[in-house]
């Protein structure tokens, strides 16, 4: 069983406790919060662990074995280099990290501290992914004509861009996810989940290119990124701003494999010009969270060296590519 302490309060730390607790492999023991009082209400809705509203107590706490960081982007590296340094296990919300450098510091140091740092980038963990991955590789192999490539789309009209634009016109702060300060924006927000899929599908491209748009704060709000593969392409269009209706396509010969979201799989369909429409898989999860942290329970506490060392590789290999794209902005 692992001790379980959580930073962030929004509703996707409730979220990963419960996929959390529902593994049983976690049991919940410290939420922080900058206000004891948020803190002591998760304590209360879980019913366990104690709250705290100082990390120092959390760093000495040695019954803590993981640390669930959900903070905004920025404050990721220094609340990881902490946890690390206290000697604990770490999974941090996507986008882990706000660059590179801070990337590899981070892994180096827990490689020294002997513990694992773990990026949780929830849907690559589904059972649906897992499926919609097979079926990619089984396709790509088999067609008979060059696979030419796919398009994926995310433009999901944030419940906190009204809020930005009020806060714009008032000059307010604007909410952390679209101020480029805290490290926000549409690329680092959604942007990183298809990215996520392009490079565990089909690696890292030759090129990588983003086109944006962005607001009065310089914060990126709607973009294209374009990456160049020998032989075909993946173009991945994202915004924050925009009520977007467009699915994810992939396609093969006459086939086409449409998913429907990239973030929550819960269809994939293939279309082909011989036999219309055929679902492949509907599988609805209760909890968003539920397959990745059991995938990190079952790393931290049987050792999956292999897997483990898959993930990090491919997390490194997105930041990597993240870095390029804001390069060529
Ligand atoms: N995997 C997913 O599906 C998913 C979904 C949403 C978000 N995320 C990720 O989760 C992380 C948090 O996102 P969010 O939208 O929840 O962010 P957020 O609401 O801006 O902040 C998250 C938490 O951090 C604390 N916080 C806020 N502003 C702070 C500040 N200025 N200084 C210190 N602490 C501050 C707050 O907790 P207290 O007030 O309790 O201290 C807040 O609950 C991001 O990395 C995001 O990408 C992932």
Redesign the pocket.
Same mark, same amino acid.
């Given at each position: 069983m692992l001790q379980l302490a959580t /930073?962030?309060?929004?509703? /996707?730390?409730e979220e990963f406790i419960e996929g959390a607790l529902m593994t049983g492999k976690y049991s919940l023991n410290t939420v922080?919060?900058? =206000?004891l009082e %948020? +803190?002591d209400q998760l304590v209360d809705k879980y019913n366990g662990g104690y709250a705290i509203d100082d990390l120092d107590q959390l760093w000495q706490d040695n019954s803590v074995d993981v640390v669930y960081i +959900?903070?905004? $982007?920025l404050? =990721?590296f220094d609340h990881t280099i902490a946890a690390i340094n206290s000697g604990k296990h770490v999974i941090v919300? %996507? #986008?882990i990290f706000t660059n590179l450098t801070e990337w590899d510091k981070a892994h180096e140091l827990a490689k020294e501290k002997g513990v694992y740092l773990l990026e +949780?980038a929830?849907h690559i963990h589904t059972k649906n992914y897992q499926h919609l991955k097979q079926l990619i590789k089984f396709k790509t192999e088999k067609v008979t004509y060059p696979f030419l490539g796919a398009n994926l789309n995310i433009g999901q009209y944030s419940s906190k861009y009204d809020r930005y634009n009020q806060a714009l016109k008032a000059n307010e702060p604007v #909410? $952390?996810?679209f101020n480029p300060e805290?490290a926000g924006g549409v690329l680092?927000?959604l942007g990183v989940y298809p990215i996520y899929v392009a490079i565990d599908l089909f690696g890292k491209p030759i090129s990588a290119d983003y086109k944006v748009i962005k607001g009065q704060n310089n914060v990126d709000l709607f973009g294209h990124v374009i990456f160049e593969y020998d032989g075909f392409n993946v173009v991945i269009f994202i915004s924050k701003a925009v009520h977007s209706q467009l699915h994810n396509e992939f396609y093969f010969d006459n086939e086409t494999v449409r998913v429907n979201n990239i973030?929550d799989i819960d269809r994939v369909e293939m279309f082909s010009t011989n036999n219309g429409e055929i679902a492949t898989l509907a599988y609805e999860v209760e909890n968003?969270?539920y397959d990745e942290a059991t995938a990190f329970a079952d790393i931290i506490l049987n050792n999956k060296v292999e897997d483990y060392k898959y993930l990090t590789n491919l997390s490194r290999n997105v930041r990597e590519v993240m870095d390029q794209l804001n390069q060529s902005v």
């Open positions: /930073i962030g309060t929004s509703w /996707i730390t922080y919060s900058r =206000h %948020k +803190a +959900a903070s905004p $982007n404050l =990721h919300e %996507k #986008p +949780a929830r #909410p $952390n996810v805290f680092m927000d973030t968003t969270l």
